[in-house]
């Protein structure tokens, strides 16, 4: 395919271009010959003020161009010429300068750092002439350099540009100067992404066709090879697009794509951790339970200590022997109440705290050797040591709550998992649970509505007094259209719903403005109307995360419940209990075989999920068949879970509660927004989380506990700030929004905010600045990158880019491998030359002929 000539990487052309001789930039000699220039014709000024224009400015302003010039050669100016004549070959050469780059493969005997040596292949190392030299008089080129996005550092049509400081007569690439860029220093990329670069070419080569078709150019005319050599060590941590299928392509367009490999082929010996596993919240009496994990490379056969602390105090360690390489998964347990002791022993007099924010630190190191080498001698302490101890350690937090919970369980019968529930939850003493049963066989036929415990919330304010509500089956004919707008209000607010569906499937029932007329009684109110139930049923469909099968409405022969990839990844599904009655999970504990081994149930309810639901657990069934079984999405700023069977009570066999315990525990802190952080006689101060990610925003809920004469208007009128400090300086001033009269709570968004700890405290109009004490937390992290978890070279990664793009891969101890390819492309030439102006006659003779027209023209109108 013919790429016309409409890109700089496409372009045949003559390019000149001015520098200088001297060590001084070309904009100062500019500069200091115009200010010079100025200084002379604003003197000559003064003394031709008598005279009648045009002489009166056009005398001074011929000695200041002659005296520009004089400046000017002074300054040695070079005019550079460069000619393409035929069609030269365009190269393009990626370099990766992510941070896996400043890897320097000491065990491989190498000292300068992947980096470099790949700038040293390109521009020379010492006085070597490096590839660029080598191919500059056939070749037209251009660096790229990339990490999560591609940026060009260096071109061979812009090389003047890169010498105009460097002192030098003749255009030299593999001088120092052309490392001048930043781009090529550094290996400080936080991501790599080996598409970035083949998508500014595939770019390029669209530009290209698009300005082709709108010229009406033809195919007729040669082309000249082009070709794309990609230096990196294949780890594609960012993960956007498949770099084979760009370099396919680019190959369709014409091009070649080259991959040279930088690094070593082993994984250097390390041990790191990668990352942590760990809920966002936890009870302050409770215990911790998440997993850590570990890589290792290089270390077979020893033993791993890993250690999570706080401030300099170890809470809890353990060991694992390391077998063969790859990374393992530690899972911790402990309790934090003697932490939160620590945290809390330096809080302000008056402030209370209903969660704290617990820093912890999750760190792994080698602990001892397990068996000798070959010649029975152990190896030296140093040999054990990590080569990357960055990644020794990993900081985390975790918000404590110290505030009672107040839960409201809503079912039709006292099912065995309603009864389960309700003990869980009530012998915990961070939890108030409020059941309510009403229907057929209970104590209450008909629902009750109010405010006192035990009665259904009849308005908005009861409704706010929960954190979570757990819906069971419930008497459709007894839920209006009142209560589910109620319900949805609750969630949209912030409250936490999880809806246990059974084998009576009143549910569904819910969604559909068929259900069953109740049976005529006094005891039963008559049925809503129709239209009530249409908005009953819109409200309770927008608010489920799944919609109900009309066939194969139960399922069975359900085997096991297994979470899904993306039911993994969140701490709701760590089950392990480390140890206590495995259940078959073995000395891994691995989460996923105990769900495997957990009782399954009877039978389950058919669902499909919300086209913006997630699913995280599925039930597998003796076909092999996979349906939905935990399924949650956002509402607001609320979040619902849907399970589709009510027998987690199974769970206790041989295990009592333990298993049980752990997950109602976790799914409920999963579905709950988080409450107040801290507050003080006059106001309550709350984030929706503690960790933020660079970029993101953080939301600021305050609450005005105390009126201070505030009632009616003046609330409406008041004004609230949140103020951000970092390092004890304010760095943000929030304008918060009233967001309930009634409550007196205001809610506002910082902007993105740089990496660090931060501090909200509170600003109000009609309060003493020194009696809102309280202040709280969070912190602003950068996100996960996973590039320093591998960095030995992928030569399968760039073995396919380079065989998708018809290329080749060579390891960088083969390079000249590739250098030995690219010569033979070359069809035509670049031509430079350097023509020094300043000993040219002709600038001599231009400045000599101002000088001297303007002493006639000066002596004409009489002047001495």
């Known amino acids: 395919m013919n790429v016309p000539s409409s890109h700089r990487w496409d372009e045949v052309a003559c390019l000149g271009g001015l520098r200088f001789s001297t060590d001084w930039p070309a904009w100062v000699i500019v500069a200091a010959s115009l200010t010079v220039a100025f200084v002379v014709m604003w003197l000559y000024l003064r003394e031709t003020a008598s005279i009648g224009s045009p002489w009166s400015w056009l005398l001074p302003a011929m000695r200041g161009t002659a005296v520009v010039l004089a400046c000017l050669l002074l300054a040695g100016p070079v005019w550079h010429h460069r000619q393409v004549v035929g069609n030269p070959a365009k190269i393009v050469w990626a370099v990766d300068r992510s941070q896996s780059m400043g890897q320097q493969d000491s065990q491989s005997g190498m000292n300068a750092n992947r980096l470099r040596r790949a700038t040293d292949l390109l521009f020379g190392r010492d006085r070597d002439d490096g590839w660029i030299e080598q191919l500059r008089e056939t070749h037209l080129m251009d660096v790229v350099a990339f990490d999560e996005r591609s940026r060009v550092a260096w071109s061979s049509e812009m090389a003047d540009s890169a010498f105009e400081s460097s002192g030098e007569s003749e255009n030299k690439p593999n001088d120092e100067s052309t490392r001048s860029s930043e781009l090529l220093e550094q290996a400080d990329g936080l991501q790599t992404d080996l598409s970035s670069p083949l998508s500014l070419v595939s770019e390029s080569v669209r530009a290209s066709v698009d300005a082709d078709r709108e010229s ?18 294949g780890r594609d941590s960012a993960g956007r697009s498949d770099a084979a299928e760009l370099a396919t392509q680019l190959a369709d367009a014409g091009w070649q794509v080259h991959t040279v490999g930088m690094g070593s082929v082993e994984e250097s010996p390390d041990v790191g951790v990668i990352d942590v596993d760990v809920p966002e919240r936890v009870a302050d009496d409770g215990r911790l339970a998440g997993r850590v994990w570990v890589k290792h490379y290089g270390h077979e056969q020893r033993t791993a200590r890993v250690e999570i602390r706080s401030e300099n105090a170890v809470v809890w360690t353990d060991t694992f022997a390391i077998k063969g390489d790859g990374k393992t998964p530690v899972d911790f347990d402990f309790a934090v109440e003697s ?11 008056g402030v209370d705290r209903d969660s704290v924010a617990l820093s912890l630190t999750a760190s792994v190191s080698i602990d001892d050797v397990v068996g000798e080498d070959a010649a029975g001698s152990i190896e030296s302490d140093e040999d054990r040591l990590s080569v990357n101890a960055a990644n020794d350690s990993m900081a985390f937090r975790v918000a404590a709550a110290s505030r009672e919970r107040r839960l409201l369980i809503l079912d039709g019968s006292a099912r065995w998992e309603v009864r389960y529930l309700r003990n869980l939850f009530s012998r915990d003493p961070a939890w108030a649970v409020d059941t309510v049963l009403f229907g057929r066989g209970t104590d209450s036929p008909v629902v009750k509505r109010g405010e006192d415990f035990g009665e259904l919330p009849g308005s908005a304010r009861a409704w706010s007094r929960y954190d979570a509500v757990i819906l069971g089956e419930i008497p459709p004919d007894q839920w209006t259209w009142a209560d589910a707008s109620r319900l949805s209000e609750f969630v949209a607010g912030g409250g936490g719903l999880i809806v246990v569906d059974g084998r009576y499937g009143r549910v569904a029932e819910l969604l559909s403005v068929q259900a069953k007329q109740a049976t005529p009684s006094s005891a039963y109110p008559p049925r ?6 249409a908005t009953r049923e819109a409200r309770m469909a927008a608010l489920l995360p799944v919609q109900f099968n009309e066939t194969d409405a139960r399922r069975s022969d359900i085997r096991w419940i297994e979470p899904t990839d993306m039911g993994r990844s969140n701490p709701v599904m760590l089950l392990d209990v480390g140890g206590e009655g495995q259940l078959g999970g073995g000395e891994s504990g691995e989460s996923v075989e105990i769900w495997k081994h957990l009782r399954a149930p009877t039978s389950m309810t058919s669902v499909t999920p919300q086209p913006d639901a997630e699913v995280w657990a599925e039930a597998v069934d003796g076909a092999g068949e996979r349906s939905p079984w935990l399924v949650t999405r956002l509402f607001g ?3 619902v879970f849907y399970l589709a069977s009510d027998q987690t009570w199974r769970w206790r ?6 298993l049980h315990s752990r997950f109602w525990n976790q799914l409920m802190t999963a579905a709950m927004q988080p409450p107040y952080a801290v507050r003080d006689e006059f106001v309550a101060i709350g984030t929706d989380k503690i960790d933020y990610r660079v970029g993101q925003s953080a939301t600021i809920r305050v609450r005005l506990l105390h009126s201070m004469g505030l009632e009616g208007d003046a609330v409406t009128s008041s004004t609230v700030d949140a103020l951000v400090l ?18 007196r709570t205001y809610v506002g968004q910082t902007d993105a905010l740089p990496e660090g700890e931060y501090r909200v405290r509170v600003r109000a109009s009609g309060f003493d600045s020194a009696a809102l004490k309280a202040t709280t937390p969070f912190w602003v992290v950068p996100p996960r990158r996973g590039e320093l978890d591998r960095v030995s070279v992928d030569e399968a990664t760039l073995q396919r880019i380079a065989t998708a793009g018809g290329g080749v891969y060579v390891h960088e101890s083969s390079a000249d491998d590739i250098l030995s390819r690219l010569k033979p492309l070359s069809s035509g030439r670049i031509v430079e030359s350097d023509t020094p102006l300043w000993q040219t006659w002709w600038i001599f003779v231009i400045m000599i002929a101002l000088l001297a027209t303007e002493w006639w023209f000066r002596k004409k109108v009489g002047l001495v």
């Not at 195919?219 to 050599?229: F, Q």
């Not at 932490?339 to 007099?349: G, S």
């Not at 066999?653 to 333990?658: A, I, L, Q, W």
């Not at 300086?729 to 309930?740: E, F, G, N, Q, T």
Request: hydrophobic residues 35%; negative net charge; charged residues 35%.
């Open 216 to 233: 009406d150019a033809g195919d007729s005319e040669d082309v000249a090879s082009r070709v794309v050599v990609l230096f990196s060590d």
């Open 726 to 743: 970092k390092d004890d300086h304010v760095v943000a001033s929030i304008p918060l929004r009233l967001d309930d009269p009634q409550r």
């Open 653 to 658: 066999y041989k295990v009592e509660s333990k």
């Open 528 to 533: 809503v109307p129709n239209e009530a139930n």
């Open 339 to 349: 932490l939160m002791e620590r945290a809390t022993l330096n809080d302000v007099r």
């Open 637 to 639: 700023a609320g979040r």
